[in-house]
């Protein structure tokens, strides 16, 4: 007997249940009564969908161009190497699922691990705005450890949530652990390459267990190459995560619809260790509050925000916050942030509002400990009002003050006035930095370089990425080798060329080009 005849002898002896299956379905011209095994056996509705309960290695396939409403909940677990995967087939138009606002989330994956989701067009608009109502949503209750949840290039829009963080919100995609008897979180989550548009309250977040009193992180949580636009509230916010790596995403025009009294921010860790933020663009970021581009926030330890690109967000680049009223065993404070190779451009005119002219490029508020902030560009245009308040850094009073902050080889320049405020914060050392322009009470700095910078270019509108190149140190420039030496300062640029370890870096966010 040949080993070709054998082995689809032994394939046949394999039960049904055992085999992987595709799995179509057609709401045009299928039929539940069908066995869904055959593009022309195609069944017909979600409701059929959701009452399988399937294995590792199947697929289910929506028909391109077809419509469903209704909300898709499939049950069953597949693996990391053997997950269940649902796509499309077929050319045309993603199958476009919609749940009418009479659902809490459109898509939901409840205590079920091992699947991956892509090319999907996901809607939830109900006739009003209602509280916790969701486009995507992930969600463990007393299950354990679930492994490898992939989404992948979804198109999510059209959410209607609350607008007020309070009230519940509202989530394009949203993931929460919880459970008494058993913990729960996602180790392997990945959300690469979808696209959100005009989702209420929030874009890509978590929610977990995160108290330290309780600290039980998700793990392996990766959001890359993401598109939001017209956001409502917060762009991207990784809770209870260890690790998490946020990156290469492009948040535009968000956070226009949360009321007076709340917040939101562009991207940020909240209650997270060792978070990764870097390659992103945020740019438009516009709100009665916050409404930066970036955020470090409280009850995280060791955040990295490097090579993102913010501009024109009405809040500033960044704030770094800690609430001292919240302490362990709930909250460790903020600890340890570093933010280095980062280019702001126009971040921190705010025009509107209880707080408009209160927008600093830098917000770093409350008792955040041992901050370093190097090697960054900052560039600040025209006022639109030359009324208007522009502070580089302010240091606030959140039920403490900052201690320990370190501002070293940044270029600092404003085509107008800079103003900086220090308040009752402890040890804020500047050093080997660049200014220019403006200074209205430029910070003691033994080593300030206090001339134009030279660089190629200084754009006092924000170019796109791809001309950002341009401001690096041109021939002559004073920032060239002018910096101080950073241990442990992550070896390279911006745009990805070398720094030199143990010799003096240029100043800014960019070595000048051989």
């Known amino acids: 007997m040949t080993r070709s005849i054998l082995v689809v002898i032994l394939l046949l002896c394999v039960p049904l249940t055992c085999r992987s299956l595709t799995y179509y379905v057609n709401s045009n011209q299928g039929d539940d009564s069908h066995s869904g095994l055959s593009p022309a056996e195609a069944w017909k509705t979600l409701d059929k969908v959701n009452q399988i309960i399937f294995k590792p290695g199947d697929r289910i396939l929506f028909r391109a161009g077809t419509k469903y409403a209704g909300r898709l909940k499939p049950q069953g677990s597949g693996t990391a190497h053997n997950p269940i995967r649902i796509d499309k087939y077929g050319k045309g138009a993603l199958p476009r699922i919609d749940g009418e606002g009479k659902y809490e989330a459109t898509l939901e994956l409840y205590n079920d691990e091992g699947w991956e989701v892509s090319d999907l067009e ?4 109900g006739p009003t705005q209602q509280a916790g109502r969701k ?20 198109y999510v829009h059209d959410v209607n949530g609350s607008d007020l963080k309070k009230s519940g ?24 390459g979808c696209h959100l548009v005009k989702c209420d309250r929030n874009g890509i977040c978590g929610a977990g267990y995160w108290s330290r009193q309780d600290w039980f992180p998700c793990l392996h949580v990766v959001i890359r190459n993401n598109l939001l636009e017209d956001i409502g509230g917060d762009g991207i916010v990784p809770v209870a995560c260890d690790g998490c790596i946020v990156e290469h995403n492009v948040l535009r025009g968000c956070g226009k619809r949360f009321p007076p009294g709340d917040a939101a921010a562009g991207i ?16 438009g ?11 470090s926030d409280w009850n995280c330890r060791n955040t990295i925000i490097q090579y993102n690109y913010s ?50 490029t830098f917000n770093i508020s409350g008792p955040v400990e041992d901050t370093h902030i190097y090697n960054n560009t900052i560039i600040m245009g025209k006022k639109a009002n030359p009324k208007m308040d522009t502070t580089l850094v302010n240091m606030g009073n959140w039920n403490g003050w900052a201690s320990d902050t370190y501002f070293s080889n ?4 404003a085509a107008d006035s800079m103003k900086y405020k220090f308040g009752n914060a402890k040890n804020t050392v500047f050093d080997h930095n660049l200014y220019a322009g403006g200074q209205v009470n430029m910070p003691m700095d033994e080593h300030a370089i206090r001339q134009n910078p030279g660089l190629v270019r200084i754009p006092l509108k924000a170019p796109d990425w791809k001309k950002l190149s341009e401001l690096a140190p041109g021939k002559g420039s004073p920032c060239i080798e002018a910096g101080v030496v950073i241990p442990d300062n992550g070896g390279k640029d911006f745009i990805g060329d070398t720094v030199p370890i143990n010799t003096p870096p ?3 966010a960019l070595e000048p080009k051989h």
């Not at 486009?135 to 979804?154: F, M, P, R, S």
């Not at 919100?169 to 959300?191: E, T």
């Not at 997270?272 to 870097?278: E, G, K, W, Y």
Request: aromatic residues 16%; contains cysteine; glycine residues 12%.
């Open 135 to 154: 486009g995507v949503y992930l969600n463990l209750h007393d299950y354990g450890v679930a492994h490898h949840l992939v989404l992948k290039n979804l």
């Open 268 to 283: 940020w860790p909240w209650s997270c260790d060792n978070t990764i933020v870097q390659y992103n663009e945020v740019s």
């Open 410 to 413: 940044n270029i600092f320049y």
């Open 311 to 360: 501009h024109d967000n009405e809040g500033g680049f960044l704030l770094i916050c800690d609430d001292g009223s919240s302490k362990m065993p709930w909250s460790v404070g903020n600890i340890g942030t570093i933010v280095r190779y980062n280019i702001s451009i126009n971040d921190g005119y705010r025009m509107k509002g209880y707080a408009a002219g209160f927008s600093p």
């Open 506 to 508: 240029a100043i800014g």
């Open 169 to 192: 919100a509202g989530y394009g995609i949203f993931w929460d652990v919880k459970g008494n008897v058993k913990k729960s979180r996602y180790d392997g989550l990945l959300i690469e």
């Open 285 to 295: 970021q516009s709100g009665y509050w916050d409404s930066q581009g970036f955020d």
């Open 122 to 125: 996901i809607t939830n608009l």
